[in-house]
Each structure stands twice: as C-alpha cells, then as structure tokens.
C-alpha cells in the first residue's frame, strides 16, 4: 500500500516548510557564508568592541591583498548579511541590524569553540612571560599616569602583532619594548594635551619596509629630538627591505628599524601623517595635517632607482621640516 502524507502525519506539509522565495533568499545568504574567509571576516565585525570593523581590521586575518577583502565583503553586503558607512576615508562594516539575531545564533553554534585543555607552558614560553612581565613593570614606571593593566595589554599587543610576522625571534622582546614605549607615548600624549609637545610626524606605507623607513631614519637624521617621528605599515612585511636597510645604515648605523602595525593611537598622536602608496588606510581627525607622497617603491627599483627614491624623500622630508621648525639648521 503506497504511503500518504496522512499516513506518515504530516497533513499540511507546505504550512511547515519556508516559502520557495524565503528559501531562495536564504539560500543565497547561505551560500555567501560558504567560504571560511567571509565567516571569519564577519566573526570579527559582529564581535567588536564597537560592533563595527574596517578593512584595516580585516586584513590581519590573511595575506591577500585589500581589493581581495573588499570583494568578500561586497559578497557579505550584498547577501545582506552586512552593511556599510564612510566616514572621511575610512569605511565602517557592521552587522545588518535585520540579520543580527541570526548572525548572533550563527556564531554562537558554529565560531565559538569549547575551552580547551591547556597545554603545558614550555620553559620558553615561560621564559618570554616572564621577559615581557619585566618589561610591563619597566613601562608602567615611565608611564605612571596610565593603568597598569593597559600598560601590560599593550605590551601584550605589541608582541603578539611583531611575532606573528618575525623572520627573527631572539631579538623580539626587545622589539616588543621599543614598540610598546611607542603606542604608550602616543596614548599619554593624546590622553594629556594640555602639556607641551615637539611636533610628531607618521609615515605610513603598505609594508614598513621601504619607503616609510626611509622617511623616518631622513627626519630623525635632520631633526633628532626636535620631532617626534614614527613609521607604520597597513599591512607590515616580516623586515625591512635589503636595500633600504643599507641606506639606513648609512643614514643612521646605531637604529634598528623594524616593520610595524598601524595602531589609531599613533594617528591620533600626530600632528602630520603622511601616506606613501599605501591608499586611504588611515582614520581622519580633526586637526591633523594629511599629506600623500608620491614617491617610487625601493622594492621594485635597482641600485641607482633607490638611491633617486632616498633623494626625493630627503628633499621632502627637507622641506617639510622648514615648515615644521623653522629654526632648524639642516646643513
């Protein structure tokens, strides 16, 4: 005897089911989600601090180039699942305020993972623990005014953003401490400005490798103590470029540089920020001079095209100075 629907006890099954239109959206929206980079991408839009991300926060989950996480969050966006908002030349990704319950439900069933076991720590690792706990107490010293937790988180950051991409590690603790005094004057200096400071310049490229390194080892060469100058990336190389270390050395042979993660703090913290091929990374705020230096890429150049690159960055860096402390005699 052949089964019914009756028989089986289901009497209307359609009343059950999700009309074929709402199916096909969800579908869609489903099939938007099937990749690992989009899932993860929005895992960290819908679980920041303030339920929004750029594509400067996104970019630290891979290596592929920003074009390639627009793209995916133009999928996102267009599913429905995310929306956006510029403001000045950044743009905001945040949840899609309709699908927040079911984003909320997704990564609460599939991106959350129970707690684990916790491995037993290594003698090294104890070892660094104890190297930056050292170095917490160190900061937290010359930087009284601030917590002694945002002193330790910092410097927690800081090492864990230079270790992710060191080629060497034995020099990383006391990177990690150059770094962390770093973002910590910056925040002492945005959190106290009524005190007097020198005026502080941010270079920023893609990698930190080149250019910006090159800007940077140029000021402090003229400038010394007179500017404060800091050096970023949007998206940090693992070191610095063969060529330009060279220059650098010249320019100054007692500095270290190294790569760098953009951080807020620094922007903030600036009087002057200067982009070098690197596009529309940086946030906008008020009263900050923004300039864009057109200037080649060492990485692509032969001997004598960085050496035209180091001549051009010093006949800005030059000028810029004239403006910046008038005073200074650059002979």
Not at 95 to 117: C, G, I
Not at 172 to 192: C, E, G, I, M, N
Not at 287 to 298: H, I, L, Q, S, T
Request: glycine letters at 4%; proline letters at 7%.
């Amino acid at each position: 005897m052949t089964s019914t629907a009756s028989d089986c006890g289901i009497d209307n099954v359609e009343a059950l089911t999700i009309a074929p239109a709402r199916a096909t959206a969800a579908a869609s929206t489903l099939k938007a989600l099937a990749e690992p980079l989009r899932l993860r991408m929005l895992a960290v839009i819908s679980q920041a601090p303030r339920g929004e991300a750029c594509v400067c926060d996104l970019s630290a989950l891979t290596d592929v180039s920003d074009p390639t996480i627009s793209y995916h969050l133009k999928a996102l966006r267009t599913a429905g699942l995310v929306r956006s908002e510029r403001r000045g030349t950044w743009v905001y990704y945040s949840v899609e305020p309709s699908m927040a319950s079911a984003v909320e439900a997704l990564m609460h069933t599939f991106a959350t993972t129970p707690p684990a076991e916790e491995p037993p720590r290594t003698e090294g690792v104890d070892r660094v623990q104890r190297a930056l706990e050292s170095v917490s107490a160190e900061l937290h010293d010359l930087f009284p005014d601030l917590e002694q937790a945002q002193v330790e988180r910092t410097v927690q950051e800081s090492y864990t953003a230079l270790s992710s991409r060191a080629r060497v590690r034995q020099y990383l603790v006391p990177l990690t401490r150059q770094f962390a005094r770093q973002r910590l004057a910056d925040v002492a200096k945005h959190t106290s400005p009524e005190r007097d400071y020198p005026p502080q310049v941010l270079f920023v490229c893609v990698q930190n490798a080149g250019r910006s390194q090159l800007a940077a080892a140029l000021l402090h060469h003229y400038a010394g103590d007179r500017v404060v100058v800091r050096s970023a990336g949007s998206m940090p190389a693992s070191g610095v470029h063969d060529a330009v270390q060279a220059h650098i050395e010249d320019i100054s042979p007692d500095s270290q540089p190294y790569p760098k993660p953009l951080t807020d703090d620094a922007v903030r913290a600036s009087d002057v920020v200067i982009t070098m091929g690197c596009g529309d990374v940086c946030p906008i705020y008020p009263g900050k001079r923004y300039d864009d230096w057109k200037v080649g890429d060492p990485a692509l150049a032969s001997e004598a095209g960085v050496q035209a690159i180091r001549d051009d960055i010093d006949r800005r860096v030059r000028d810029l100075l004239a403006e910046l402390v008038p005073d200074l005699s650059l002979d």
